[in-house]
Structure formats: C-alpha cells, structure tokens
T-cell receptor, first 117, second 112 residues
Framework: NAGVTQTPKFRILKIGQSMTLQCTQD?????MYWYRQDPGMGLKLIYY???????DKGEVPNGYNVSRSTTEDFPLRLELAAPSQTSVYFC????????????????FGEGSWLTVV | QKEVEQNSGPLSVPEGAIASLNCTYS??????FFWYRQYSGKSPELIMF????GDKEDGRFTAQLNKASQYVSLLIRDSQPSDSATYLC????????????FGSGTKLNVKP
C-alpha cells in the first residue's frame, strides 16, 4: 500500500539553485495537490491538479511550477530557490468532490524537508 | 479573515481526561469537515470527517458540527500520552474543485 510517495525526503539547496520534488500516487486519484507547511503553521496550497494535463495555482504559487502528464505523477519544480522557500512540502491526492469513496478525504505523502541556504 | 481558525494552544490535559479541540470556519456554505492529527516531523493523518450537523463518534473520538454557528469540534475521551500531537481542522468549501482549507492546528499535550 504505497499511497502517495514523495522524493527526496530531505534536501539542502543553495540560493538560486533549482530542483524538482517528485510525487506519485497509486490510488488512481484524479486530484493532486502540493502544500507547504512552515514551522508552527498550517498547510498552504501551492498548486493543484484536477487531472492529467490540468493544473492551477493555489494560495502561494510564486517561485514554483508544476506539470501533470499522467494521473499518477505530479512533480513540483522550484526555480531559483530562495530562503523563503525553506519549508516542509507535502504532496497529496484525493477523489473528486462528489465521490463518496474514502469520505472524500485527502491523503498525504510523508513530506519533503527543504532548506535553502 | 482566515478560512479556518483554530486556537494554536498548547492545550494540556491529564491522562484519562477529555480533550476538546475547536475550529471555526468562514464560508457558511461549507459542507465537509475533517480532523487530521499530525505528529512532529510527520505528515497529517485523517482522524475523522463529518458532513451533517450533530455528533459523529469513532472510538475515543467524537466530532461535533454546528453549521449555524460555523463551528466544528473534536473531543478525545480517555486521552493518552500517544494523543499528544497537533490537530488540524480542514474544511471543504461548497464550490469549485475539491479544495481543502486547513487551520494552523492546535497542539495537544497529554500529561501522564
């Protein structure tokens, strides 16, 4: 039961570097999300996708890009890393709103800890 | 105004007591409400969801929803030290895609 898998778990970046956080899910969920969580704070939505080929911005999209070429994969790209992007990143997935499966809930990956120095 | 508000705590209760966690939300049309538990350094995990006004019980956990007051709560009976974590309230707004707004979480400490 893999669920939502994220890699890498930990990464240190230098200011100005770029990297991609990988995310894959095996639950055949249509919807996928990227959140960031700063220390002591809640989850902020960065980008989301309602299906392959469709992505949209969330609350805090600046400095990030995403793509969704398959149902399973939803990578998050950080361009020109800045110290403000130091955070924990969670990928998540869910069924569409009207589905009664799984209580219409959202499932999270284990998180990726990113430090920009 | 934040979509979802929670008291950050920490809320400290003795082992065996009832812990009461509260959450308010701003969109009156919201229909789905969720409680997640997050241990330090871990990802959020679902405890309960509730759609209808009233109470929903699952083991030691009871979720309470009052749509008129835009208020959701989570009661943990017979609190255990293993319940010590941050509890996140999440709300699914009534329109658009399946988006989830999260509160900033309430930290619960259960003292042995």
């Amino acid at each position: 039961n893999a669920g939502v898998t994220q890699t890498p778990k930990f990464r240190i970046l230098k200011i100005g570097q770029s990297m991609t956080l990988q995310c894959t899910q095996d639950m055949n969920h249509n919807y996928m999300y990227w959140y960031r969580q700063d220390p002591g704070m809640g989850l902020k939505l960065i980008y989301y996708s309602v299906g392959a080929g469709i992505t949209d911005k969330g609350e805090v999209p600046n400095g990030y890009n995403v793509s969704r070429s398959t149902t399973e994969d939803f990578p998050l790209r950080l361009e020109l890393a800045a110290p403000s992007q130091t955070s924990v990143y969670f990928c998540a997935s869910s069924y569409p709103r009207d589905s009664t499966r799984s209580g219409n809930t959202i499932y999270f990956g284990e998180g990726s800890w990113l430090t920009v120095v | 105004q934040k979509e979802v508000e929670q008291n950050s705590g920490p809320l400290s209760v003795p082992e065996g007591a009832i812990a009461s966690l509260n959450c308010t939300y701003s969109d009156r049309g919201s229909q789905s409400f969720f409680w997640y538990r997050q241990y330090s350094g871990k990802s959020p995990e679902l405890i309960m969801f509730i759609y209808s006004n009233g109470d929903k019980e699952d083991g030691r956990f009871t979720a309470q929803l009052n749509k008129a007051s835009q208020y959701v709560s989570l009661l943990i009976r017979d609190s255990q030290p293993s319940d010590s974590a941050t509890y996140l309230c999440a709300v699914n707004p009534p329109r658009g895609f399946n988006k989830f707004y999260f509160g900033s979480g309430t930290k619960l400490n259960v003292k042995p």
